[in-house]
């Protein structure tokens, strides 16, 4: 009996062109006004623009460069002013034994009336104002606090060239986990459909008395475990949407495919060595690590500067008023000068504070040794990687040629009966098996060499163009929302963002 069977590619085909055929469908649902698939650039501007963890670094950092400011503040000019407005009431009820004898005891009312001649409340309003004028002329802990506040700001700028660097990266891995996921679904559709046509092949054989029923259940478990294998290849193509949704805040209908031709070569430079050295010279969060180490040391030197001395100049003057019945005119004063103050005993305060933050600094110096480890270790592998990919690549290709030729062989020996059923199953198993691995090895070398370039700290805009140079355009990945509705779109809304 004759047995037909559809190359993987046609099985492709068909499924892409099925995915076009609802994209009106599916516009109409998300209120989408174009049909132009979404590029690994475009997607990737967009989580430049809307990513929080990006937006946080770069907050962090604008607040670092005010607290700069602050204590820079401390050793600029300082100008203050003063004012105070009062009701007062004062009272007087002494008196003296010379005004006693002067009187000769001919006050009214005995020594009552002498009394009350000496009683007398004063009742006025004053008022004052004071202005006070200082400039710092040595101040050692302000001026360390200063140089503490400027290796902040270096160490807040590699922290936030290695989250650009990483959202790049995270953007990147999302969005060819998704053609990943794609390229093994269509493999895992056309195997399904591959198998259930030699299912009822065999269903057919049995009828007529050609084969045994065990033939039929082979034929029934192996589709069993091909669906399968495409419910799951369908759930991860739908999570992968939502990674990428989740770094960009928005939803994507479609996306470029990558394209077959893509070069799988070692990128420059070749040697493993030369990639190291990149890294330790570029490398955002190694120059991070040694920026920590710099400001736990000014932290040491900050708490060493409060045993000096602080010097500075000021200039005050004041000037009060008051309409008191006793009093008349006004008073003020001013003064120039210089003044100066040392601390001669805190209580083993700062001698603690310089301990602890030499240990601190200890700490720091230990961090950044293991992240330089860290990352000669990891451009190492990672470059290891990418030339073992290269050759994995070209295996699986062989590999898809070979267990190609194997089942078809295979297949023409079950015609003539050299072959049973569970080896035609065996071989179309192993054959859908070689073509997922190879969609699996193509997109391992995408992402590997994007994470070498990111240790070594040359991931940027650049590298992502080049990229996007390889996508399709006419091919496309649909996600297919299975009846989602307005839930779906419901849950991917994260709100705005915070207002300044």
């Known amino acids: 009996m004759s047995y037909k069977h559809d190359s993987f590619s046609n099985g492709r085909a068909r499924t892409l062109a099925r995915r076009r055929a609802v994209l009106p469908l599916l516009m109409t649902m998300l209120l989408a006004g174009q049909a132009q698939a979404a590029d690994l650039l475009t997607i990737t501007r967009d989580a430049l623009e809307n990513d929080a963890d990006l937006a946080a670094a770069r907050a962090r950092l604008s607040s670092t460069q005010a607290g700069r400011d602050v204590v820079r503040g401390s050793l600029l000019p300082q100008i203050s002013a003063s004012a105070q407005a009062a009701h007062n009431r004062t009272y007087d009820s002494q008196s003296s034994s010379s005004s006693l004898e002067g009187l000769g005891g001919s006050a009214p009312g005995g020594l009552e009336g002498l009394s009350s001649l000496f009683e007398e409340d004063d009742v006025y ?23 503490q506040a400027e290796r902040e700001i270096d160490q807040e700028a590699f922290s936030l060239a290695a989250s650009e660097q990483q959202l790049l990266s995270d953007v990147a891995n999302a969005y060819f986990e998704i053609l990943r996921a794609n390229d093994i679904l269509a493999a895992r559709e056309a195997q399904e459909r591959a198998i259930e046509r030699q299912l009822e092949q065999v269903r057919e054989q049995f009828e007529v008395g050609l084969v045994a029923i065990t033939d039929v259940e082979e034929a029934v478990a192996s589709f069993d475990q091909a669906r399968a294998d495409r419910i799951a290849a369908q759930s991860d193509l739908q999570v992968s949407f939502e990674a990428l949704e989740r770094l960009t805040g928005q939803r994507y209908d479609s996306i470029e495919s990558l394209s077959e031709d893509m070069p799988v070569e070692v990128p420059a430079p070749v040697e493993r060595d030369a990639w190291v050295e990149l890294a330790l010279a570029n490398s955002p969060v190694l120059k991070g690590a ?4 710099e400001v736990s040391r000014s932290a040491v030197e900050v708490a060493r500067a409060a045993r000096l001395p602080v010097l500075e100049a000021f200039a005050s003057y004041d000037y009060g008023d008051s309409d008191s019945e006793t009093l008349s005119g006004y008073d003020s004063s001013s003064q120039v000068g210089v003044r100066a103050s040392m601390p001669l005993y805190t209580g ?10 030499t240990y601190d600094l200890e700490a720091s110096q230990y961090d950044a040794e293991a992240q330089r480890r860290d990352t000669i270790q990891q451009v190492r592998s990672l470059f290891t990687r990418v030339q073992n990919d290269v050759a994995t690549v070209e295996a699986r290709r062989q590999a898809v040629v070979s267990t190609r030729s194997a089942l078809e062989a295979t297949r023409s020996g079950y015609e003539v009966g050299t072959r049973n059923i569970v080896d035609v199953l065996n071989a179309e198993q192993n054959f859908y098996d070689a073509v997922s691995a190879l969609a699996e090895a193509r997109y391992d070398f995408v992402l590997d060499r994007l994470a070498l370039r990111q240790q070594a700290g040359t991931l940027d805009a650049e590298v992502i163009r080049v990229l996007n140079t390889q996508l399709k355009a006419d091919e ?3 996600l297919e929302l299975n009846g989602a509705g307005d839930a779906y779109g419901d849950a991917m809304d994260i709100g705005e963002p915070p207002s300044r």
């Open 290 to 293: 040694q920026a920590g180490v």
């Open 476 to 478: 496309q990945v649909f």
């Open 348 to 357: 083993g305060t700062t001698s603690s504070q310089i301990r602890q933050n």
């Open 125 to 147: 309003n004053s008022a004052s104002i004071g202005l006070e004028a200082t400039q710092s002329l040595y101040d050692a802990v302000s001026s360390r606090e200063v140089t």
